[in-house]
């Protein structure tokens, strides 16, 4: 993933996002963090094509994003939102939406990969239950990981996730965790996050501050560097 010289605008008149240029080598896990509002999900949601810059260009495979078929480009990225919802129908169902084909075993793998089996053991008729009737509701974090199970079939070779464990509870969050790394496996991972603790054995971590990226690089060289990654963390 290459961004070059980007530069966007929602209202056309004020930057989120100025002259940003940065390299994502693939197989690598990375992650923007920064200030709140500095532009970290603006920049993932460029990368999707969930929106176009206005000057500079996005690249994926050296290709741009722009001359990338959309279903071809849907099927290189996936996404785990923070607040990751299901619709009201089965387990099943809701997982096999990342790839419609997929067997019923293949679903039960993902689910198990997903840190799921927990969930599945309590619900009355398992993998078959609908979601959201007869008193079934499953947590945040629950949803979370039924999310990931849906991400990891669709095997998509860039992931992004976006505060993906924000509304776990501790509990929730040490499965999402588990699942992330088994997620990640093999796989080009963007993180967005605000709690740098969830970042620290990543590869790459950029600081997006004000638009821009304001420091680049592992945690230990951060940490070293006494810049805002540094006060971020202190704090």
């Given at each position: 993933v290459e961004l070059k010289s980007v530069h966007f605008s929602y209202d056309g008149e004020k930057e989120v996002l100025k002259d940003i240029s940065l390299t994502i080598p693939a197989g690598q896990t990375v992650a923007f963090v920064g200030p709140s509002g500095?532009?970290?999900?603006?920049?993932?949601?460029?990368?999707?094509?969930?929106?176009?810059?206005?000057?500079?260009?996005?690249?994926i495979g050296g290709v741009n994003v722009k001359d990338i078929p959309k279903e071809e480009l849907m099927n290189t990225v996936s996404?785990?939102?923070?607040?990751?919802?299901?619709?009201?129908?089965?387990?099943?169902?809701?997982?096999?939406?990342?790839?419609?084909?997929?067997?019923?075993?293949?679903?039960?793998?993902?689910?198990?990969?997903?840190?799921?089996?927990?969930?599945?053991?309590?619900?009355?008729?398992?993998?078959?239950?609908?979601?959201?009737?007869?008193?079934?509701?499953?947590?945040?974090?629950?949803?979370?990981?039924?999310?990931?199970?849906?991400?990891?079939?669709?095997?998509a070779p860039i992931i992004i996730l976006d505060e993906a464990t924000a509304f776990a509870d501790p509990d929730n969050e040490s499965r999402v965790q588990v699942a992330f790394s088994r997620l990640s496996e093999g796989k080009t991972v963007i993180m967005i996050a605000h709690r740098l603790s969830t970042v620290?054995?990543?590869?790459?971590?950029?600081?997006?501050?004000?638009?821009?990226v304001a420091e680049c690089g592992n945690s230990r060289e951060l940490l070293a560097k006494d810049g805002i990654f540094s006060r971020m963390w202190k704090n």
């Open positions: 500095g532009g970290k999900t603006t920049l993932a949601n460029l990368i999707s094509r969930f929106f176009d810059p206005q000057s500079g260009m996005v690249k996404f785990v939102f923070q607040n990751s919802r299901l619709i009201k129908t089965s387990i099943l169902e809701n997982v096999r939406m990342g790839k419609p084909e997929a067997t019923r075993e293949e679903v039960l793998v993902a689910l198990h990969h997903a840190q799921c089996d927990d969930i599945l053991e309590k619900l009355p008729q398992g993998v078959d239950t609908v979601i959201g009737t007869k008193g079934v509701y499953l947590s945040g974090g629950e949803q979370q990981r039924i999310a990931i199970a849906r991400v990891m079939l669709k095997n620290t054995n990543v590869d790459q971590i950029f600081v997006i501050c004000d638009g821009r």
